[in-house]
């Protein structure tokens, strides 16, 4: 990508204007209509006013939007792939990546969509993206932090992209998100997701890691069956809301997360613990933990709960994808089972791993270290960061 951007950049600077290149806008004026499909995902309708926006914000030339039908015969931006996109010979990319390319004199901006609103995590927006690629590279428009004191948007009465653009471009992780605030405030909402989606953030596949014994086997059965919760000092303990733990060696425990893991709609099933602590101190579940697997907690040290928390996520997502194949199971590497296993041979292959650490203790020379270290050990379960 660096070679081509290179390419780009150099045909832009010896392109005499008017003969390499493409005035979407010269002198504050622009002949160019944005053109929308007749039946437009949201997400592409607002695509094409985020461009409409952004133009005229550098230039201050405003833009029309209209639908297909209504198209001019020339100087037309397609926002999303459409019949004209077909008839130029533009394939629609996958997920959620993008081509930007002229053909004729017409810029296409056409990416892998799908249904949802556009500041949704899961909504599928590689037209959206293309929008953003093509005012970056071409505008310099730059989303640094939410808010529009985090915006960079260079004022030009041109905007003028190459007159043979081929760009194809998209992200290399199919789930991109970062958390910034532990919990982010009301008045903050619309800045942060607006500002998460133009930063390039979002994913291609819903679901996530989320914590969920309470979720996958409830309290409910506690009076029935106080075996399948977690033992604390001898005696087994009902979980809080979404705290405390049950007993994952219990086989029939397996057994239900599986079915409610299996028959969930998400692409992507969280089978994580609960958060905090309290897990089973029963003598099975205890023959899963390895002694010599130690590791730094607090001022001192524990043992790490890793090899019994994956030998039951392990059995969940092998036992839920025998009753669903198309699902993944969502899994944290967080707190007690963070570091890689120390016995454990193997991870099923239906588990996608969360890395869940805190970007300020990464600040800390030692902390990184051991961070490197635990995503190297995790890499040789078959996903290499
Ligand atoms: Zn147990």
């Excluded at 310099?140 to 004022?155: D, F, I, M, Q, Y």
């Excluded at 425990?253 to 958060?275: M, Y």
């Excluded at 790490?304 to 025998?322: K, S």
Aim: net charge negative; charged share 20%.
């Amino acid at each position: 990508m660096s070679r081509l951007l290179a390419i780009i950049t150099s045909a832009m600077l010896i392109a005499a204007p008017g003969v390499f290149a493409l005035d979407i806008v010269a002198d504050g004026a622009s002949d160019y209509t944005i053109v929308t499909p007749d039946e437009a995902f949201e997400n592409v309708t607002y695509a094409a006013e985020e461009l409409q926006s952004y133009l005229q914000r550098i230039s201050g030339a405003e833009l029309p939007i209209v639908r297909e039908a209504d198209a001019p015969d020339a100087a037309r931006i397609f926002v999303g792939p459409c019949a004209a996109s077909e008839a130029a010979g533009i394939e629609t990319p996958a997920w959620e990546h993008f081509t930007a390319r002229v053909v004729d004199g017409d810029l296409f901006i056409v990416g892998g969509d799908g249904e949802g609103r556009p500041l949704d995590r899961a909504t599928r927006t590689g037209t959206l993206y293309g929008v953003y690629g093509v005012l970056g590279r071409f505008g310099g428009v730059r989303w640094l932090w939410p808010g529009e004191t985090g915006e960079v948007v260079p004022a030009s009465a041109t905007f003028t992209v190459p007159d043979d653009l081929d760009l194809a471009d998209g992200p290399d992780f199919r789930i991109r998100s970062l958390w910034v605030t532990y919990r982010n405030p009301g008045w903050l909402s619309n800045d942060y997701y607006t500002w998460w989606r133009r930063s390039g953030q979002g994913q291609d596949i819903s679901g996530n890691a989320g914590h969920a014994y309470s979720w996958m086997l409830g309290d409910k059965l506690f009076d029935e069956h106080p075996e399948y919760y977690a033992e604390i000092g001898g005696e087994r303990k009902p979980m809080r809301g979404t705290h405390g733990q049950i007993c994952t060696s219990n086989p029939e425990v397996i057994e239900i997360c599986a079915q409610k893991a299996a028959l969930d709609s998400r692409d992507i099933v969280p089978i994580s613990p609960n958060d905090g602590s309290g897990f089973c101190e029963c003598e099975q579940c205890r023959a899963l933990d390895v002694p010599e697997a130690m590791m730094p907690w607090g001022a001192g040290e524990m043992v790490a709960l890793t090899d019994r928390i994956f030998t039951f996520a392990n059995q969940v997502a092998d036992r839920a994808h025998e009753i669903n194949p198309d699902k993944l199971f969502g899994h944290f590497c967080y707190t007690f089972f963070k570091q890689p296993p120390a016995e454990l041979e193997d991870l099923s292959d239906h588990i996608v791993l969360f890395f869940a650490y805190g970007c300020h203790w990464y600040r800390d020379p030692e902390m990184r270290k051991l961070y490197h270290q635990h995503i190297d050990g995790w890499s040789r379960y078959g996903n290499p960061a």
